[in-house]
């Protein structure tokens, strides 16, 4: 899986939505890890407000995903957001032929530059208008450079030949250091590999073809065909290539020498394939960051469990060994008593061997053999039927078979106690096996593409999407940007509601309506007040203006409406809120029980209360993570609190729970 954007990308990201950004406000700035940052942007020529992220060596482009936040805020982190918060962004460059990127920032009275490096051991470093270090992601001493604060910035040494500006005679040049016309464009001239792929193919030559055998004309066209490429690759295209579902690379260009291969998905704008691809990237980087440390255990456990079988398995040997001998000496306790009698006499121990002669010769019995003797010891060994058996001439026969069934019983206890400490490693590690899976889900679905409507309270019912706003500004920005002649406008019959639309372009169905009303009233001061009921009223959106009559005047928010108003009578403030599941996430859902129930996982129904929105987040969250099935537990830890508590209406209780899994 590709790494990191290429030169080719840095250009056309630069080249199209770098352009984009200029002029937009810096609202915040926010980070997941130490080496990405992410601005949220406030633009007023566009229709969002879109979030910019750069992480340093990897990539740079705007992403409609909610990204996991540090719950710390860093020193870094904080810096930046005292010298770039609210203001404006005045460039995006590119600086020469190299992966790094420099946007200014800036404000009337002072002016900031903020280099992201794409390069391999890249930085984001912020420096003044004089290029002096302020803050970066690390401190980097090397040969070429250093980057400290307190420093001036500067970029590392090119190494690469710029292809829109040299010569044939240059290309030609830096192309004969490779020993093969694939490594001369990716060494030698510094391409990315899948450009130079890209235009062997398209010229139809051998890749390892040696440089000196090109004539100087082939040379040419390798020039115009790369910028043919590089061209390409500023019309805003981009493509995700997959194998078997797995993602293999993002680029601008149409890639042809694996359209055979490997599926190609054409996206209209190459900003959203670099989100879509690099974030699947990171979702799965992450996860398998988590599994890794949990495999980890898991091996520990492991090996430890198979250090405990071991033991319990050499204790129950010779626990039986034990058994066997003690059985075998009771059975033979007369010969076994003579031998020891025997060799307890001092003058037959002085003897040495010769000991095992003597009390040979004495105990002559059929199946009973002595085999050795350690006067140190005081340790007979015999062979009785056929098997040896240790016997001490310290103790009688049947001292020595009880010493044998006491040992045998003290080993059967020990391979007890071990049994019971394999079936709690087998436990720990079943339950980290499921841990791992646990961790890939949580991960994975930490990371959720957020629609541009999730900004606004929503609904979509069938083919029909349904917005209200959650504040005047709001208001007047669906209106504004979304209302069209045929759509239709609904409103609550009280000071102080959300202005709702529903984009139909013609008459919809009285289920949408009616859905769209419950908006309306939910989301309006009744709900805040208690009430159990409110009239709704909708007309079409050419009867509604932004022009009062004249000599008023329409605050922000406000709007007039003309003509006929149809209305609802005694919409309920009921309100269903649950989770469905997108892709590998989750989000909230809102509206009538009829219509959540059929998408939800799992949904509470609201009434005015008491309880503050936040507080009953938190409940409704612990609610849904407890009855959830198992499985299912890791995906309900990743819904935000912050993301519930924005679709409670306000002050709350909850009328009851469902979980809706099939």
Not at 169 to 198: F, H, M, N
Not at 430 to 446: G, I, N, Q, S
Request: proline letters at 4%; one cysteine or more.
């Amino acid at each position: 899986m590709k790494n990191s954007m290429s030169i080719v990308d840095v250009y056309a990201w630069v080249g199209r939505t770098g352009k984009l950004i200029e002029k937009c406000y810096i609202n915040n700035i926010y980070h997941s890890n130490v080496n990405t940052i992410v601005f949220k942007l406030y633009c007023k020529h566009l229709s969002y407000n879109p979030l910019l992220i750069m992480e340093a060596g990897r990539r740079i482009h705007l992403t409609k995903y909610t990204m996991p936040k540090e719950r710390k805020i860093t020193s870094l982190c904080s810096a930046l957001r005292k010298h770039l918060r609210r203001l404006i962004i005045e460039s995006v460059e590119l600086i020469g032929w190299e992966r790094i990127v420099k946007i200014t920032i800036a404000s009337p009275k002072r002016k900031y530059r903020l280099y992201v490096e794409l390069l391999p051991r890249g930085v984001i470093v912020l420096t003044d208008e004089n290029n002096v270090i302020l803050h970066t992601t690390k401190t980097l001493e090397l040969k070429d450079r250093v980057i400290s604060r307190g420093k001036e910035y500067k970029p590392p040494p090119s190494l690469s030949v710029n292809p829109l500006k040299a010569n044939v005679e240059e290309v030609s040049k830096a192309i004969l250091k490779g020993k093969d016309v694939i490594r001369g464009l990716v060494r030698g001239l510094g391409l990315p590999s899948e450009l130079a792929e890209e235009t062997c193919f398209r010229m139809k030559i051998d890749k390892h073809s040696p440089p000196k055998e090109i004539p100087f004309s082939t040379y040419e066209k390798i020039v115009r065909i790369i910028r043919e490429i590089v061209d390409e690759a500023k019309e805003g295209l981009g493509y995700v290539v997959s194998k078997n579902t797995e993602l293999v690379t993002v680029l601008p260009f149409k890639p042809t020498y694996l359209a055979e291969e490997y599926s190609l998905k054409m996206f209209s704008d190459f900003n959203e394939a670099l989100d879509l691809f690099f974030t699947e990237k990171a979702k799965r980087e992450a996860a398998t960051k988590v599994a890794k440390a949990k495999e980890r255990e898991i091996k520990k456990l492991e090996h430890s469990l198979e250090k405990a079988k071991e033991l319990k398995e050499k204790y129950s040997r010779e626990a039986v060994n034990l058994k066997q001998a003690g059985s075998l000496i009771l059975k033979n306790i007369d010969p076994i008593n003579k031998i020891i009698e025997c060799f307890r006499r001092r003058v037959v121990r002085r003897k040495g061997e010769e000991a095992i002669k003597i009390c040979s010769m004495e105990v002559k019995e059929p199946g009973i053999r002595i085999l050795g003797f350690s006067r140190k010891e005081g340790i007979v060994e015999v062979e009785v039927e056929g098997k040896a058996v240790k016997v001490s001439i310290r103790k009688s026969a049947y001292e020595n078979a009880s010493k044998c069934f006491e040992k045998a019983r003290e080993l059967q206890r020990k391979a007890s106690k071990i049994e019971e400490k394999i079936g709690e490693l087998r436990e720990k590690i079943e339950k980290l096996e499921r841990e791992v899976e646990y961790a890939k889900v949580e991960e994975k679905a930490k990371v959720r593409k957020k629609e541009w409507y999730e900004k606004y309270h929503w609904i979509i019912k069938g083919e029909y999407l349904i917005i209200g706003g959650r504040n005047a500004e709001q208001n007047e920005s669906i209106v504004k940007k979304y209302l069209e002649a045929n759509d239709i406008f609904i409103h609550a019959e009280i000071h102080g509601a959300p202005a709702v639309i529903i984009k139909s372009k013609g008459p919809a169905p009285e289920d949408v309506i009616r859905e769209a009303a419950l908006i309306a009233a939910a989301y309006s001061r009744a709900w805040k007040e208690g009430l159990g009921a409110v009239d709704v009223y909708w007309v079409w959106g050419k009867q509604v203006s932004k022009k009062p009559p004249p000599g008023e005047y329409l605050p922000k928010g406000a709007f007039m409406i003309y003509g006929k108003r149809n209305y609802i009578r005694n919409v309920p403030l009921v309100l269903a809120l649950g989770v469905e599941k997108v892709n590998e996430s989750l989000r909230i859902i809102v509206g009538s029980e009829e219509h959540v129930k059929k998408k939800a996982l799992a949904y509470v129904v609201l009434k005015p209360g008491r309880f503050s929105s936040h507080k009953l987040a938190d409940e409704i969250k612990n609610i849904f993570t407890k009855k959830a099935p198992k499985e299912l537990e890791p995906l309900f830890k990743t819904i935000s609190i912050e993301e519930i508590a924005l679709r409670i209406p306000g002050p709350s209780v909850v009328g009851k729970t469902i979980i809706n899994i099939k």
